[in-house]
Each structure stands twice: as C-alpha cells, then as structure tokens.
C-alpha cells in the first residue's frame, strides 16, 4: 500500500520513517516534508502544502494512496478529513468538527465544563461581551489565550492583571488574525505537565507509550515558551494510577463527550495536562493530532505497524488492538535555529549529518531543505536527535551524543533535557 504523510516537520519524519519500516507499504509520500524525508529509503517528497486540501485530496486520488495520515492542525481544523471521506478516500484523524477540540479553546473550555473534564476555571470573552471589571477583580498570575489556532503563540501567562488586559487587548485588536477575536481567559495552574496521547476510533481508545515535553526554551524550564524542545517516553510522572486517572477522568469522558455530542472523535487526540499537588489531571489544552517533538520518542518505541493501527481506527476495531512497545526509554533533544523561538535564521549549512548517522540513534529533521546537494536550516525548529537507552539518563547520554556530533552557525539546544525523569530515576535507584 502506499501511504501519505501531510506535513514537512519532526513529527512527519518520524511518522514517514515509521511507516516505511512496514512490510505492507510500497511507498510513503509526503506533502512536502523536508530534506530528512527526503534521504529516507523508500520515502518520496512531494510539493503540496500541507494545507492545501485540495491538492491534497488530488495527490491521493492520482497516486491511490491507501492511506493518509495528517501530522499538523491546521488541515484538521479546515476540515482535511471530511475533504478525504468525501472523495472515498482513508484519511486518519478528526473531522472539522471533533477537531474543534483544538481548533477553538472557547469550544474546548465549554465542552470540558459540560462533561464534568477537570480542568482551570476561565471565562470566554469576545470584544463586545469583555468585563473589565471581572478581570481586574481576579488575582495574577492570569492566563489569556486566543482561542483559535495561532501557531503555538496564542497562550500568555500574565504577571498581573494589568499584562492581561494589555494582552486581551492586542489579541482583539487582531495580534493573531480571528483566532483572537475570542479570548479565554482562565486562572494559572502550578503542578506538573504530562503530554497524554492516545489513538480513537470514534468510540474507543488505544494509549500511546506516556510522554513529556519541555516548552521553556532554556535549561531549568526558562526562558520563551517554544513549540517543545525536546520530549521524551516513557513518562515517570505518569504513574500505572495516574495512567488510569488520566484515561477515566479526562480521555473516556472526551471520546464518549464527542460521540454523544454527534461529532465522534477518530486520530490521534492528545491531552496536555497539568497534575495538581492531589494527583487531579486538569486538561490545559487539547490537541487533534500528535505532539512534535514527543512523536519522535514515541515512534522510535513503537513496534507494532503504525499503518494497521491506523487502518484499525478508521475500521472502528481500535478496541482489539494492542500496541507493543520497545521496553527502552528514548529521548528527543531538539536543535533550533539562531533567533528561535521569535525569529529564525534560515540557510545555514549543517555539518556533521554524516558523522552522527553512524552514530546509535536517529536525527529526526524538521525545518531543513536540500540546496544544491547542501542540507541547510529552514525553520525555527530544525532537527531533533534522538536516543535509546535502558532508562532516560541512557537514552538522554545517547542523544546528546549524536547532537553534539551535528552544528550549524548560531545552533540552540537544552543540555537538560529530560531532567526531571532523570531525577526520578536517580531518586527510585538510590
Ligand atoms: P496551551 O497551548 O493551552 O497548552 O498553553 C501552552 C502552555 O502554557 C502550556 O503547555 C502550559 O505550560 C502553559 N499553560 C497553559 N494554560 C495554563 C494554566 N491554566 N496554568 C498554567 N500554565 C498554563
Ligand atoms: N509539543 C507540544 C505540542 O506538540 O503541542
């Protein structure tokens, strides 16, 4: 069979790579992917924006592409999957409607509260229902968020209620286009945060390995928050009893939430959650598709063949699956451009590609393109290393080698990485 990965970032590395890997596919081709997808055997670039529907659904129609599986939100949220259904063709991931989820924090808050979901208080404000006077009377530190997809820039935690008004007011005054022509605004949460992934079909649910992110672009969790810079399975954090909590407070309830609603949920769905001091999950976001860079971890775990997970869902049989799991801790460290997360600086060449891939473990490429011959930078995250060990201090020692094997003019990556599973770790063997 021949399979379509839509997107050109880590993710879809690791998903392109993924499914090359399986005897049942002929060929994997990605739109538009970058120069790692483009080096992979069996892997074939093509020029189609990753949001452009209908080129989309013109590529899998003449290319007979079995089956397609999109890495990013926004063709999710534009409805990519009802585009693929209408044109009879397999296209894992939510419809327009059930990517709502992500595609509108307004929608999102609102169906939380609906089905009793844990998660902050907030209040949803367009321009002409905002009440100043409510803001002022809350105490700081305040979260605002544009409700619609911005990129991963839409979310300020603000110092005190004057930066939240300052906030609302550049988010209604058009700062991110119509995302943020409504603004949630929701009280800060302290605890830790676990990424909770996990594949549906509609009705039920197979867990992906646990993960976890770092968003701060700094050592020590400082600095701008970024899209991730770097991720790691599995997850200490997520303990078996916190695993259940998670799948009966926040993902069961979701799934069966949507289903009820009339718009059930097939993809990938994670949750981002944030564990307050007595275990309680509380959902800071939904996102419709899998995390970047957590994917690239989680899929240099995975044993089980992605595509026939796929194919399960689509055919609603999720609930016979069983996902098989290499028993090793893998570690994603990602390496970004000068200027990242505000700006990044584009066209430098990468040295030492070569070097680390006779190294153990595998660079996973996101913003890179090929010129004349020359892999070169282009993007604000630009590869991610990733390693493989018996538990995260080995996996994260294996990572750190192949990224400080590779470099460009300006390169930016964490040396900490996976830090607090390393403490748990050292915590639990001494
Ligand atoms: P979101 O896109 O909604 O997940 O927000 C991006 C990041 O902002 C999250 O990963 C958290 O680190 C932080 N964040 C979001 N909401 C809250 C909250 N209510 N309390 C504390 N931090 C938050
Ligand atoms: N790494 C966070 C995300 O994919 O949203």
């Given at each position: 069979m021949k399979v379509l990965i839509v997107g050109g970032g880590g993710r879809e590395h690791a998903l392109a790579w993924k499914c090359a890997l399986s005897p049942r596919v002929s060929e994997v081709l990605v739109a538009p992917g970058n120069a790692g997808t483009a080096a992979e055997p069996r892997v074939r670039n093509v020029e189609v924006g990753a949001e452009d529907v209908a080129g989309l659904v013109r590529l899998a129609t003449a290319e007979r592409v079995a089956l397609t599986i999109i890495g990013p939100e926004a063709p999710l949220v534009a409805g990519v999957v009802d585009a693929f259904?209408?044109?009879?063709l397999r296209c894992f991931g939510p419809t327009r409607a059930a990517a709502r989820l992500e595609g509108s924090k307004a929608f999102a808050k609102e169906f939380l509260r609906r089905h009793g979901i844990p998660t902050a208080r907030s209040r949803t404000f367009t321009r002409a229902s905002f009440d100043a006077a409510w803001l002022r009377a809350q105490n700081a530190p305040?979260?605002?968020k544009a409700s619609g997809l911005a990129a991963g820039k839409g979310v300020v935690i603000a110092a005190s209620t004057d930066e939240a008004l300052a906030s609302i007011e550049a988010m209604f005054a058009g700062q991110f286009g119509g995302a943020g022509h409504e603004v949630v605004v929701e009280e800060f949460l302290q605890g830790e945060e676990a990424s909770f992934i996990v594949m549906a079909d509609g009705a039920h649910v197979l867990p992906l390995a646990t993960s976890q992110d770092h968003k701060r672009r700094d050592d020590g969790d400082r600095g701008p928050n970024t899209g991730g810079m770097g991720a790691y399975s599995p997850a200490p954090v997520v303990s078996a009893a916190l695993h259940a909590r998670i799948m009966r407070e926040v993902i069961g309830p979701a799934v069966a939430g949507l289903a009820a609603d009339g718009s059930p949920y097939s993809g990938f769905l994670y949750a981002g959650v944030m564990i307050a001091s007595?275990?309680?999950?509380n959902v800071l976001e939904f996102n419709c598709r899998l995390g970047d860079p957590e994917t690239q971890p989680i899929m240099m775990r995975l044993e089980s063949d992605l595509t026939a997970l796929c194919e399960a869902a689509l055919e609603r049989r999720l609930e016979r699956e069983h996902a098989r799991?290499?028993?090793r801790a893998a570690l994603g460290v990602v390496m970004a451009a000068q200027?990242?997360?505000e700006s990044a600086r584009k066209g430098d060449v990468?040295?030492?590609?070569?070097?680390?891939?006779?190294?153990?473990g595998k660079i996973f490429h996101a913003g890179t393109r090929l010129e004349a011959g020359r892999v070169v930078t282009n993007g604000g995250r630009v590869l991610c290393a990733v390693g493989l060990g018996n538990d995260v201090a080995a996996a994260q020692r294996q990572a750190y080698a192949l990224a400080d094997t590779v470099r460009w003019p300006g390169v930016q990556y964490r040396h900490d990485i996976g830090f607090r599973a390393v403490a748990r770790e050292?915590?639990?063997g001494g």
């Amino acid at each position: 069979m021949k399979v379509l990965i839509v997107g050109g970032g880590g993710r879809e590395h690791a998903l392109a790579w993924k499914c090359a890997l399986s005897p049942r596919v002929s060929e994997v081709l990605v739109a538009p992917g970058n120069a790692g997808t483009a080096a992979e055997p069996r892997v074939r670039n093509v020029e189609v924006g990753a949001e452009d529907v209908a080129g989309l659904v013109r590529l899998a129609t003449a290319e007979r592409v079995a089956l397609t599986i999109i890495g990013p939100e926004a063709p999710l949220v534009a409805g990519v999957v009802d585009a693929f259904a209408g044109a009879g063709l397999r296209c894992f991931g939510p419809t327009r409607a059930a990517a709502r989820l992500e595609g509108s924090k307004a929608f999102a808050k609102e169906f939380l509260r609906r089905h009793g979901i844990p998660t902050a208080r907030s209040r949803t404000f367009t321009r002409a229902s905002f009440d100043a006077a409510w803001l002022r009377a809350q105490n700081a530190p305040l979260v605002v968020k544009a409700s619609g997809l911005a990129a991963g820039k839409g979310v300020v935690i603000a110092a005190s209620t004057d930066e939240a008004l300052a906030s609302i007011e550049a988010m209604f005054a058009g700062q991110f286009g119509g995302a943020g022509h409504e603004v949630v605004v929701e009280e800060f949460l302290q605890g830790e945060e676990a990424s909770f992934i996990v594949m549906a079909d509609g009705a039920h649910v197979l867990p992906l390995a646990t993960s976890q992110d770092h968003k701060r672009r700094d050592d020590g969790d400082r600095g701008p928050n970024t899209g991730g810079m770097g991720a790691y399975s599995p997850a200490p954090v997520v303990s078996a009893a916190l695993h259940a909590r998670i799948m009966r407070e926040v993902i069961g309830p979701a799934v069966a939430g949507l289903a009820a609603d009339g718009s059930p949920y097939s993809g990938f769905l994670y949750a981002g959650v944030m564990i307050a001091s007595d275990g309680t999950p509380n959902v800071l976001e939904f996102n419709c598709r899998l995390g970047d860079p957590e994917t690239q971890p989680i899929m240099m775990r995975l044993e089980s063949d992605l595509t026939a997970l796929c194919e399960a869902a689509l055919e609603r049989r999720l609930e016979r699956e069983h996902a098989r799991w290499d028993a090793r801790a893998a570690l994603g460290v990602v390496m970004a451009a000068q200027g990242y997360p505000e700006s990044a600086r584009k066209g430098d060449v990468i040295e030492g590609l070569e070097a680390a891939a006779r190294l153990p473990g595998k660079i996973f490429h996101a913003g890179t393109r090929l010129e004349a011959g020359r892999v070169v930078t282009n993007g604000g995250r630009v590869l991610c290393a990733v390693g493989l060990g018996n538990d995260v201090a080995a996996a994260q020692r294996q990572a750190y080698a192949l990224a400080d094997t590779v470099r460009w003019p300006g390169v930016q990556y964490r040396h900490d990485i996976g830090f607090r599973a390393v403490a748990r770790e050292q915590g639990a063997g001494g």
